[in-house]
């Protein structure tokens, strides 16, 4: 039995959420000095252009976390360029707003976080890390407070800028990574309709993704929910187009 398909899984690694990713060990080494390059460059970015020795520690934990999801899953929804920039933006403008306006620093650091991530929804830019960025703002102590709405565009624009420069370059140097992931739908040829719609097993869905050696944040059985609603979608357009002919009609997709 193939041991990274998922029912081949015990019960506590399927409660602990635990996936047997298919993803190669080239693979993980590339993620891992991508992300010792992307946050070097951020360091060091920052502390050439200087401000408040005091701030860069906290704003570096914020970029951090962005770091994971740039060179890691660099081709998720959450690690694209809008996210990484409007997710962190946004929630710097929430959370300095909010040290300003609300006196209690419990009250605002909670305020900051949630509202950010009410932005982040509206704005289609959800960034987890962003709500580090918010929560540093209203608790970085005077240095960062001092900076006002400057914090905004350095050191947090500045560090997101380099780090998805960074990742540009460093994952063209891969053919199989590609960012942002427009670039890697580019690539990609295109495949020719196919008629018929056939069943894909779990270990179908494996070798796939085996294929793509990329981490890709979503389970294999939502890929296959996703693909049992787009093939039952798909045949009960079949059967409204067979109803529609036999009765001399037409059907508009919906």
């Known amino acids: 039995m193939n041991s990274r398909n998922p029912a081949a899984q015990s019960s506590w690694q399927k409660i602990l959420g635990i996936e047997l990713s298919p993803v190669s060990h080239r693979e993980r080494l590339v993620s891992a000095l991508g992300g010792f390059v992307g946050l070097l ?15 860069a520690p906290l704003v570096i934990f914020s970029i951090g976390a962005s770091t994971v999801l740039v060179f890691a899953v660099p081709h998720g929804a959450l690690s694209q360029p809008w996210p990484v920039i409007g997710g962190h933006l946004v929630s710097a403008l929430i959370g300095v707003s909010c040290a300003r306006l609300v006196p209690d620093a419990g009250l605002a650091a909670a305020a900051a976080v949630g509202l950010s991530i009410g932005a982040m929804h509206y704005l289609r830019c959800i960034h987890p890390p962003g709500g580090a960025t918010a929560l540093a703002a209203v608790l970085g102590g005077e240095p960062l407070r001092a900076l006002g709405f400057g914090f905004v565009l350095s050191p947090v624009l500045l560090n997101a800028v380099v780090l998805l420069a960074v990742a540009v370059a460093f994952n063209a140097l891969f053919p199989w990574r590609r960012y942002p992931v427009f670039l890697a739908r580019r690539a990609a040829r295109t495949e020719a309709a196919v008629a018929a719609y056939e069943a894909i097993s779990h270990e179908d869905f494996v070798f796939a993704l085996t294929q793509m050696d990329s981490f890709i944040d979503v389970s294999e059985e939502d890929l296959l929910r996703i693909y049992g609603l787009a093939t039952g979608r798909h045949r009960e357009m079949e059967a409204q187009v067979a109803a529609a002919a036999g009765s001399g009609t037409s059907v508009a997709p919906p």
């Open 41 to 55: 460059a951020v360091y060091f970015a920052g502390h050439a252009v200087g401000g408040p020795a005091a701030v």
